[in-house]
Nanobody
Framework: QVRLVESGGGLVQPGGSLSLSCLAS????????MGWFRQTPGKQRELVAS???????DYADSVKGRFAISRDNKKNTVYLQMNNLKPEDTAVYYC???????????????WGQGTQVTVSS
């Protein structure tokens, strides 16, 4: 059974940094595309960063240049390094695994439970 567990969320001041981790209990982790989503109350869950099975990464415009996604296939883990955090980055961050980049967030993928990130002075 597939299970994704996020960790690393917390409270940080504006301009600070935070690192998130997602441990994926999935067979053949290397073939999955991985992504980080975030959601705030009243807003649609949005994809903020993704990384393919070939280690190609992409970012939402709102986080480009500040966030970095990476993966360690030997550890079945995907990371999100978050730098220069802003109050608008406050959200619950979710890890997602899917067969392809295009299917991230869809019904063929899997979700973690989420981890809260709060950016406030």
């Amino acid at each position: 059974q597939v299970r994704l567990v996020e960790s690393g969320g917390g409270l940080v001041q504006p301009g600070g940094s935070l690192s998130l981790s997602c441990l994926a209990s999935i067979n053949t982790f290397t073939v999955y595309a991985m992504g980080w989503f975030r959601q705030t109350p009243g807003k649609q869950r949005e994809l903020v960063a993704s990384i393919s099975s070939g280690f190609t990464s992409d970012y939402a415009d709102s986080v480009k240049g500040r966030f970095a996604i990476s993966r360690d296939n030997k550890k079945n883990t995907v990371y999100l390094q978050m730098n220069n955090l802003k109050p608008e980055d406050t959200a619950v961050y979710y890890c997602n695994a899917a067969p392809t980049l295009g299917s991230l967030g869809g019904t063929s993928g899997y979700w973690g439970q989420g981890t809260q990130v709060t950016v406030s002075s």
